[in-house]
């Protein structure tokens, strides 16, 4: 009796303090504030876990798109019709080039300084090679500057039959003989760079051939695009391979190390020209082919597969953890529309005692920072964007989770107190994700560029500037964790200080002090055996949510939150059912004999997963709750049938 009365006591102090009324339609009125607000903190917590759980199954998810998007192995053509207008910037219009090269002093200093004396010479005299030029009429050749104001470049020539091209012309078609681009490249031949050369020739270039690329789609290029190489001597050699850039990183190490690389290749457009979006075009005279140069981008991933299945297994033993929680919010979200009295729980407040989620988690995430680094190589395209943007989401899960680990391994640094700091797990989780989502965001033409801005072997002398274009150096660049890494920390711990001082402020305004005295634990007969967190912890262990008579009680949302759920031996609930009366006999009373097991263990005995596996080896409980007493009992699960009970208080 004394138990039932305690029992009492706790469900009628626990939602609040009884306000002295003796008017009825206060009490009325009271009591459907104290309901409403109970129904709507059950509701935010079910929706909370839902998000929580979505967010640690968006790794599974995220592997399926990116795999489809080609995020492992892709090669694909810029084609985007308005990419030149974006980034084109006039460089010089006064070289005159007839059959023996560029016309002397003709050309700027500042054009011609861009590469060695003896390469610029070579250049002119290819160029009236290819572009069949002649001392009669020479071609007025303008230059432009294809690249970000700062950072990467590529030298653009293009010439004119009656007068100088515009770099941007300002409206319509513009009649050209020929375009070609000039940047620098790594060969074995040349392992200290060389200038590279891609030409497209009005006069002789009138064919064009479909390119495939790896996620299917096609593509229209000029056909027999001549490449050459130029040494810093002034050495022209054809070149068979067309290759301009390779890039290495190495965001998760040398074994899955990111190689990227881009090929010149001449546009044809003419099929696809609509006057209607392209404010202008270049076209040759004699081909009437729209053309303009590009690269046909690509990357490989190393050790892919094995990454994958890593990242896959892991997801999937996350998904396994979180399983037995989904069940538990599902069963609440279901009492909830049906009105029914339901247990929930936050599980982000408990991700501090999930460590195993926590940790299967954080390395299911970790391969985001090499989706990110691939992402930026594709800025500014479709499918560029999409994985940068899924990536974000990942990285932002991965600092908030990996964090939490840090608090749990915090908390069992022994402390000289009794009181914690509280924070809030929602706010700092949500927070950091979104947070995360828009530093890097707000990052990301930066990042874009400085995939570009690698140390290199030998670059493009633009006005006086010395600008990456393709020869860079075999040792790696800067990845976006280099980039971003200080950042995205302080991001992380302000987002988990702000959740401190919020959970701080509102305990001092309820109840007048800033921090959670857990002192009252050791006095309960279940939290003094699975223990308590030090220092800060955003578990619900504040004594104001707790009955204050005889004993505290540790309630079943807590316990769920400690990552524990209560089962029923089927049999001997069936015997006890048997022992009321007919009308009750699907009531579990407070003398029922519960079993206390660790949340990830709910699920497999439920489904009597542990059946296929000997007595021996499967799951242990925790402990006995009878009575509304917890004692510590370690026995296998064996291959009973078990029932999940929303539990009960636990003194």
Not at 434 to 450: A, F, K, M, P, T
Request: glycine content about 6%; proline content about 4%.
């Amino acid at each position: 009796m004394m138990t039932k009365n305690r029992v009492q006591s706790f469900a009628t102090s626990s939602a609040g303090p009884v306000v002295p009324d003796s008017s009825t339609g206060s009490r009325r009125t009271f009591q459907e504030q104290r309901k409403h607000k109970t129904l709507r903190r059950s509701f935010f917590r079910i929706a909370s876990n839902l998000v929580a759980a979505g967010l640690i199954l968006l790794s599974l998810a995220t592997v399926t798109v990116l795999v489809n998007t080609g995020m492992f192995h892709r090669r694909v053509l810029i084609n985007d019709l308005t990419y030149d207008s974006t980034y084109y910037s006039a460089y010089g219009q006064s070289c005159r080039l007839d059959a023996q090269g560029f016309v002397a002093h003709t050309c700027t200093d500042v054009e011609a300084h861009t590469m060695t004396q003896a390469a610029w010479s070579a250049l002119g005299q290819r160029l009236a090679l290819q572009w069949l030029a002649t001392s009669s009429s020479p071609y007025y050749v303008t230059t432009c500057i294809e690249g970000p104001l700062s950072g990467w470049a590529a030298l653009v020539l293009i010439a004119g039959y009656d007068t100088f091209p515009e770099c941007q012309p300002p409206g319509g078609a513009q009649e050209i003989a020929g375009i070609a681009m000039a940047e620098t490249t790594i060969r074995e031949d040349y392992p200290f760079g060389a200038y590279m050369l891609a030409v497209f020739a009005d006069k002789t270039m009138q064919d064009s051939v479909v390119h495939v690329n790896s996620d299917g789609t096609t593509d229209l290029v000029i056909a027999y695009t001549n490449h050459s190489l130029i040494s810093v001597d002034g050495i022209v050699t054809p070149d068979f391979i067309g290759i301009n850039t390779v890039e290495h990183s190495l965001p998760l190490g040398r074994r899955y190390m990111i190689t990227a690389f881009a090929y010149e290749t001449i546009m044809d457009y003419t099929q696809r020209l609509d006057t209607s979006s392209m404010p202008w075009w270049n076209v040759g005279r004699t081909s009437q082919k729209v053309v303009s140069i590009s690269w046909d981008t690509g990357h490989d991933v190393a050790n892919s597969r094995e990454l994958v299945s890593v990242q896959v297994a892991l997801s999937f033993l996350a998904l396994t953890l979180v399983a037995s929680d989904l069940y538990l919010t599902f069963e609440g979200l279901e009492g909830y529309l049906l009105h029914k009295p339901i247990m929930t729980y936050d599980l982000l407040a408990g991700l501090e005692r999930r460590r195993l989620l926590l940790v299967a988690t954080c390395l299911g995430t970790l391969p985001s920072l090499l989706y990110a680094e691939v992402a930026r190589i594709y800025f500014g395209t479709v499918n560029g964007d999409l994985i940068w943007y899924l990536s974000t989401i990942l990285i932002g899960i991965f600092f908030a989770f990996a964090t939490l680990l840090g608090v749990a391994v915090v908390q069992v640094v022994p402390t000289p107190t009794t009181k914690l700091v509280p924070f809030s797990p929602a706010l700092f989780c949500y927070g950091t994700i979104v947070s995360l989502v828009l530093v890097w965001s707000n990052q990301y033409v930066r990042l874009g560029i400085e995939f570009n801005n690698a140390p290199f072997e030998l670059a493009l002398n633009v006005s006086g500037v010395f600008r990456p274009s393709g020869a860079y150096a075999s040792g790696g660049i800067n990845t976006v964790m280099d980039l971003m890494g200080m950042q995205s920390c302080l991001t992380t711990m302000l987002c988990l200080l702000l959740s401190m001082v919020y959970r701080s402020v509102r305990r001092k305004v309820q109840t007048g002090t800033f921090f959670v005295d857990v002192t009252w634990t050791t006095t309960n007969s279940f939290l003094a055996n699975c223990g308590t967190p030090n220092w800060i912890s955003g578990l619900p262990l504040d004594p104001q949510n707790v009955t204050g008579h005889e004993a505290l009680a540790c309630t079943p949302s807590t316990q769920a939150a400690m990552g524990f759920a209560m089962i029923l031996d089927r049999q001997d609930e069936t015997q006890s059912c048997s022992r009321v009366a007919s009308g009750t006999s699907n009531v579990v009373t407070t003398q029922s004999r519960m079993q206390l097991v660790s949340v990830y263990y709910l699920l497999p005995t439920l489904w009597n997963v542990c059946k296929v596996v000997p007595e021996w080896l499967s799951p242990t409980v925790y402990g006995i709750v009878e009575k509304n007493t917890f004692a510590r009992k370690r026995q296998r699960i064996g291959h009973h049938d078990y029932l999940h009970h929303r539990g009960t208080c636990i003194y």
